[in-house]
């Protein structure tokens, strides 16, 4: 899909839409609650334990930085502007923060099988850190990749969208009883924002499987995958291997 410019917010107007309307309802994503997770996610990094970084402590942490302050500055309060330049950008953040846990991940795998370390509590600590982490990187990606992403989600016409990679329950309660329709998609424009991805990254990470939101796609379906297998690492064999280290 091409970029995607800025379109004015519409308000309450608009033709329904499960019709496909030309004119979109939704005045666009909040982009809080993205932007926070991807500090949180950039802090926890900076503040991993020394065995688990490569390099420079604040090196990879000074590097998100400089990838997310266009962003932020490209949409600093609702996402409604899009480029190409940006939607790439965006995706690269998502990139670097999941290479930067994924190694911290390794090499923490690394302190546990390799060495004869006693420092448990260390350990944990490091462990809690990428558990947390893997679960906004994974949240970043279901949010960057569904749909066309968080600009297209909310400003492109429903019939021109791309194919959905996940089926939220919002999507088919257009015929439920009237007090929960009223949350529909197609009764009231309803798209899936950042919270929501966020909730069914924690959710496959603690159940090690999908719960109300199915993927749909090849890709969704390999992205839970790899989430479930790394959180069964991290807390089976990873947090068991520190707690066994404090004893």
Do not use: C
């Not at 005045?27 to 609650?33: K, M, T």
């Amino acid at each position: 899909m091409g970029p995607v410019d800025e379109l004015p917010s519409t308000g309450g107007a608009g033709t329904a839409a499960a019709g496909g309307e030309a004119v979109r309802r939704n005045p666009g994503e909040a982009r809080y609650a993205a932007a926070a997770a991807i500090l949180v996610a950039i802090a926890l990094y900076a503040l991993l334990p020394n065995p688990l970084i490569i390099g420079p402590r604040l090196a990879v942490p000074l590097l998100e930085l400089v990838l997310f302050i266009p962003l932020l500055l490209g949409n600093p309060r609702r996402m409604t502007r899009e480029t190409v330049f940006l939607r790439w950008l965006s995706i690269a953040l998502v990139a670097l923060i999941a290479a930067a846990n994924g190694t911290a991940l390794g090499l923490l795998l690394d302190e546990l099988i390799n060495t004869k370390t006693k420092a448990g509590s260390f350990l944990l600590l490091g462990a809690a850190q990428v558990w947390v982490t893997n679960m906004i990187v994974f949240a970043l990606a279901f949010w960057e990749l569904d749909r066309g992403g968080p600009v297209a989600r909310t400003r492109v016409p429903r019939h021109q969208l791309p194919a959905a990679d996940f089926r939220f329950p919002q999507d088919e309660d257009h015929d439920a009883i009237v007090e929960v329709a009223k949350r529909s998609s197609a009764r009231s424009d309803w798209s899936p924002g950042f919270l929501d991805y966020l909730y069914v990254s924690v959710t496959n990470s603690s159940a090690f499987s999908p719960t109300d939101t199915m993927p749909l796609s090849h890709r969704a379906k390999i992205l839970m995958a790899i989430e479930s297998v790394s959180a069964i690492v991290l807390s089976v064999i990873v947090i068991a291997r520190g707690v066994s280290l404090l004893q």
